[in-house]
């Protein structure tokens, strides 16, 4: 029997998968697999738009350990992005070792939130757009439709859920440290 949730946790875990080729690719073919990590990312992406909904039609409607470590998945995804960008040398190796470690302090001090995972994630995201559009522009420029395309179709859950609840969460980070 068809089961919507688990074809979603599938794609989750997928994802995972995607990840750890990068950091294969970083190491064993550098530079030259850039074509292969933003295809890889760009299927990261569009599997990270589709999973929830996916899950949602389930008619089992249960949670799971890998729906519930979606955030997370969506971390190593980008983690392992920025070891690509590094091993690849797109980015150097001090500037790469001091972003992560930051991060890992970050995290360390106030925990997982989601927030500040989302936070970390962006600018190793925007990195490889830049560098893909510096140096194979048409993927590149695949990458920034896609990202417009995503944003304008959940423009709704953007402007009222995501973006909303990502700056009271960092206020409330910021209060907390605070107090």
Same mark, same amino acid.
């Given at each position: ?17 995607? +990840? %750890? @080729?990068?950091?294969? $690719? *970083? !190491? ?13 990312? =760009? ?45 690849? +040398? %797109? @980015?150097?190796?001090? $500037? *790469? !070792? ?13 925990? =997982? ?67």
């Amino acid at each position: 029997m068809f089961d919507a949730k688990l074809v979603a946790d599938c794609i989750t875990a997928g994802r995972g998968i995607l +990840g %750890f @080729v990068m950091i294969w $690719l *970083g !190491f064993s073919q550098g530079e030259d697999a850039l074509p292969v990590v933003v295809t890889l990312m =760009l299927l990261d992406w569009t599997g990270d738009f589709v999973d929830g909904t996916i899950a949602k039609r389930s008619r089992h409607p249960r949670r799971t350990w890998i729906g519930d470590s979606d955030v997370y998945v969506d971390f190593f995804m980008s983690v392992a992005l920025g070891i690509y960008l590094i091993a690849a +040398g %797109f @980015v150097g190796f001090a $500037l *790469g !070792f001091w972003y992560i470690l930051g991060w890992i302090l970050i995290l360390w001090r106030f925990g =997982l939130d989601r927030n500040l995972l989302m936070l970390a994630q962006a600018p190793i995201y925007l990195w490889l757009i830049l560098t893909a559009l510096r140096l194979i522009p048409e993927s590149g420029v695949w990458m920034v439709i896609w990202v417009a395309v995503a944003v304008t179709i959940n423009w709704r859950r953007f402007s009222r859920d995501i973006v909303p609840k990502f700056i009271h969460g960092m206020t409330s980070i910021w209060r907390d440290r605070h107090t």
